[in-house]
């Protein structure tokens, strides 16, 4: 049965991000929403607890982006993701989910979803995945399995030691989904320069992309 909860209505101000947030886990889901409203840009309109009900309130409020869980009462992921986007066809989709199954990504993405991120993500790369998917671009988290290490092995070097106090100070702003403009502002740079640190931040981190350099700088991260 969906909650309907509404957040707001109508356009976000300052054309915010207008964000549906769809999980049946009434904490977690509004914790979520809770921390959303925290970040500059980000609204939460509405909030539902099944997938009928994320349809009702897609079609309703016509969110920019829907953060969908996937195992929920209903129909079934493939079903409710095709049905917010018939409700809400401008609407980007973000699957949140605990499940890291290879077949079920492929069909969600291949259907549409423009993100697949596993619920252990930290709050970061969520809310920059939310910005990308504005932006057109597709992001894909999952955790990185580990054993840890064994005996008398030695422990895994901290990725961010690196890195200069400039690089830190830009992978912080980086964390919080800011452009390299904003970035670049911020710090009273150019952009050019900011674009050369996150080069030589890539490269020292082997990351490939923002979000896979937030997720390897360990120490960066806040935590709720």
Request: net charge neutral.
């Amino acid at each position: 049965m969906s909650t309907g909860a509404e957040a707001g209505a109508g356009a976000g101000p300052g054309g915010d991000i207008r964000v549906l947030a769809v999980d049946d886990h009434r904490l977690l889901r509004e914790a979520l929403c809770e921390l959303l409203e925290l970040y500059d840009g980000l609204t939460v309109v509405a909030q539902a607890d099944d997938g009928p009900g994320g349809v009702r309130m897609a079609g309703l409020h016509r969110p920019d982006v829907v953060l969908l869980d996937v195992e929920m009462p209903g129909p079934g992921p493939l079903a409710n993701l095709r049905a917010i986007q018939q409700a809400a066809p401008d609407a980007r989709v973000i699957v949140l989910t605990m499940h890291d199954n290879r077949r079920l990504i492929d069909s969600m993405l291949s259907a549409g979803a423009v993100g697949y991120l596993h619920k252990e993500a930290e709050r970061e790369v969520l809310v920059a995945a939310i910005r990308s998917a504005m932006a057109g671009g597709t992001t894909m988290f999952l955790p990185r399995t580990s054993n840890g290490p064994g005996p008398g092995s030695a422990q895994e070097p901290d990725p961010a030691a690196s890195l200069t106090l400039r690089e830190r100070e830009l992978m912080e702003l980086v964390a919080q989904g800011l452009s390299n403009r904003q970035i670049g502002t911020r710090l009273g740079i150019t952009e050019g320069t900011v674009k050369r640190h996150l080069r030589n931040i890539f490269d020292k981190l082997g990351a490939s992309s923002r979000l896979d350099a937030v997720n390897r700088v360990q120490p960066l991260r806040r935590r709720y």
